[in-house]
């Protein structure tokens, strides 16, 4: 069912960061937590192989992150999940599962990661899937991709009231990678469709590359944070984000989140 599929892969990305930040410590290294509240996303998605129309709706969506910086680099590792309803004008409505795990590294050599424009690259792995009761073939549609890019991060200290604040921008574009889809007439992925492939060999069958005259993944991150004296901040952010995948058809998704949430020194 694809709510166990999006729970199992919500799990699986978020071990994997724990996985991959728990080696890093040390004396010389700043780590982060980032807790963010329960966001509140507006999100707009259009699958041409089901429906011409525009789909939106307002969903909840969650998130976590790390973050550490030694002297040359910093590391973050961000997960999200959001679920709920969206609608086109005639109220015909569709269930949308989203889950994904984002990793970036920024190079700053001897400089404070806290203060600068630093450039880095970054992967984006993400799983959507879409549940209609009246779709027929179309009830389920899946994507799932993963694509690494280029990526920015802009933080600068700014004093207001006699307080520290700062101004914040992560922003990354994907250029290349792998993507999967439903086929444009079923619900299925198109390699299990194949009377002579099943298993991995559907898997694998189903898998298309991801550039950009077929792919685009563009996202942007604004936001300020507060700090406190004990050195934990809060902060407010907002997250775009648009996703273009084209194989046997086209689907397009155009998302924005609001957030806010704790960060502290761990």
Do not use: C
């Amino acid at each position: 069912m694809p709510k166990s599929l999006t729970a199992i892969f919500f799990l699986i990305t978020f071990l994997a960061t724990g996985k991959q930040a728990y080696p890093l410590s040390g004396p010389e290294k700043q780590r982060q937590l980032h807790f963010f509240y329960p966001g509140i996303r507006i999100n707009y998605e259009r699958d041409p192989g089901y429906s011409p129309l525009i789909y939106k709706g307002i969903q909840p969506s969650f998130s976590i992150a790390y973050s550490v910086s030694k002297s040359g680099f910093t590391s973050k590792y961000i997960t999200n999940f959001s679920s709920g309803n969206i609608s086109n004008k005639w109220n015909n409505k569709v269930h949308v599962y989203n889950a994904g795990i984002q990793i970036f590294k920024f190079y700053h050599r001897e400089k404070d990661p806290s203060n600068g424009l630093f450039f880095g690259w970054s992967n984006n792995n993400e799983y959507n899937t879409r549940e209609t009761d009246n779709g027929g073939n179309f009830k389920n549609r899946i994507e799932y991709f993963t694509s690494l890019g280029p990526a920015i991060n802009l933080s600068k200290p700014i004093m207001l009231f006699n307080r520290q604040f700062y101004f914040k921008v992560l922003a990354q574009t994907q250029l290349i990678g792998f993507k999967m889809q439903s086929s444009y007439v079923t619900s299925m992925l198109p390699g299990f469709e194949e009377p002579s492939k099943n298993g991995i060999s559907a898997l694998l069958y189903s898998l298309e590359p991801f550039h950009p005259f077929n792919s685009l993944n563009f996202g942007i991150r604004p936001g300020f944070d507060y700090e406190f004296r004990q050195q934990s901040r809060l902060t407010i952010s907002y997250h775009y984000n648009y996703i273009r995948l084209t194989g046997a058809h086209r689907v397009e998704k155009s998302r924005g989140t609001w957030y806010a949430g704790i960060i502290t020194r761990i």
